[in-house]
């Protein structure tokens, strides 16, 4: 199995930046894919962002492209989620997921989640 333990979440004013991180450990590997997903109360789970084990390929959602960065360490088994110019509505619960290979853009098909971590937005 593979255990996810994401950190960062918080409290942030609008405007504001945090910065995500995802550590994996246990039977994983560097070159597995891995992603950020989120989800707010009343909605429904939303893709955010996804980066291949190489790095080459990246993947954002429309809402957050140009203010959220992902990135990876392998040699720490790490992914990261730069989030700047926050909004209200980026608020939600934020999860990170890991798979084999990368999912086709904007899909859930990853075979391990983490137990998400808090962030919010204020106006």
């Not at 989120?38 to 909605?43: C, I, N």
């Not at 959602?61 to 720490?76: L, Y």
Request: proline content about 3%.
């Amino acid at each position: 199995q593979v255990q996810l333990v994401e950190s960062g979440g918080g409290l942030v004013q609008a405007g504001g930046s945090l910065r995500l991180s995802c550590a994996a450990s246990g039977r994983t590997s560097s070159t597995y894919a891995m992603g950020w997903f989120r989800q707010a109360p009343g909605k429904e789970r939303e893709f955010v962002a996804a980066i291949s084990g190489s790095g080459v390929f990246k993947y954002y959602a429309d809402n957050v492209k140009g203010r959220f960065t992902i990135s990876r360490d392998n040699a720490k088994n790490t992914v990261y989620l730069q989030m700047n110019s926050l909004k209200p509505e980026d608020t939600a619960v934020y999860f990170c997921a890991v798979n084999k290979y990368l999912p086709p853009a904007g899909t859930y098909e990853y075979s391990y989640w983490g137990q998400g971590t808090q962030v919010t937005v204020s106006s």
